[in-house]
């Protein structure tokens, strides 16, 4: 069956691993990737060699603007009948700053806007076109449960704060350092499974809403805002862990997030599926009243583009 599959964040890493095995174990999957600029038009010639039915759409995710422009487009296609039934969003794009100063266009906090808001606005921009049965992933990380065990102690835990304040800079201490950047990505992570939640007890039956993490996965873009050091790392040091069980390679990093999306892996509405396999998130991560919070908030930052 002829299905359409939006997808964020396929360009590298693996998100490119994904896209590449979702069109190969889905002849029925029309993929449209959403890109910046010139980029997307790349990835799609690339993506669809063979006769795969791929295409783009522009956008900048760390405008809202210019995610509501993307979303208005793939929402046109869809009712001119260009796009095949829509059965599948995957929000695997993220990003991790040096700090967590950084302001878009919009007035508020970057990590925040691309990891949690951008998302978002997708979701209830194309709501009402997924045809049942169809699946949301949004990719979350294992620093969400802020502990050695799963994140070896690289990336500080989440730190929650009330989404008006996590939505702007300076929401953590020492803000102008890396550690300030990437407390703000594992909180936007933890804000993913949150919303994740809302999304499974909100929207319509039919329409399921997965978390993903995909682990620790050296060498992909994630750390492109880094330092050298820190870059140097991530490229020659840490894939040595993928030999270990700490760490997973992009190869197979990927396949297993095509596998989410997909439906090959069996996934509850509103779970969290780690690397293979569906298990409980953080004890954090569980939390109605703060899910409630958070999902007012996103409404409201995202009311003046939802239209």
């Known amino acids: 069956m002829q299905h359409t599959i939006v997808m964020t964040g396929a360009s590298r890493g693996i998100g490119r691993v994904a896209a590449e095995r979702i069109l190969r174990r889905s002849a029925g999957t029309h993929l449209l990737v959403v890109a910046r600029g010139s980029s997307g038009a790349r990835l799609a010639a690339e993506l669809g060699t ?8 522009e956008a900048d995710l760390g405008s809202l603007e210019s995610v509501r422009r993307a979303a208005t487009e793939i929402r046109e296609r869809l009712d001119r009948g260009d796009l095949p039934p829509l059965r599948g969003f995957a929000g695997n794009a993220g990003v991790q700053y040096t700090n967590a100063l950084i302001e878009g266009p919009d007035g508020l906090e970057a990590t925040f806007t691309i990891n949690v808001l951008a998302n978002h606005l997708f979701v209830r921009l194309l ?54 950047g990437r407390t703000a990505y594992s909180t936007s992570k933890l804000a993913a499974i949150y919303l994740v939640h809302e999304y499974a007890r909100r929207l319509p039956t039919g329409i399921d809403a997965v978390a993903f993490n995909p682990g620790l996965v050296p060498g992909t873009g994630l750390a492109r805002n880094a330092g050298a050091l820190s870059r140097f790392a991530m490229r020659r040091v840490l894939p040595v862990l993928t030999l270990t069980p700490f760490a997973t390679s992009r190869a197979l990093a990927g396949g297993r997030l095509a596998d989410v999306v997909l439906g090959t892996t069996a996934a509850p509405n509103g779970s969290y599926v780690d690397r293979d396999r569906v298990v409980p998130s953080s004890d954090e991560s569980y939390d109605p009243r703060r899910e409630r919070e958070l999902w007012d908030a996103a409404e409201r930052f995202t009311a003046a583009y939802a239209k």
């Open 127 to 180: 709501q009402d076109r997924f045809a049942a049965p169809a699946r949301i992933v949004i990719t979350s990380s294992d620093t969400h449960f802020g502990d050695i065990r799963h994140n070896l102690g690289i990336v500080p835990g989440p730190v929650w704060r009330s989404p008006d304040v996590l939505a702007r800079t300076g929401a953590f201490d020492r803000p102008g350092t890396a550690a300030g």
């Open 50 to 57: 063979g006769g795969r039915a791929v295409s783009h759409v």
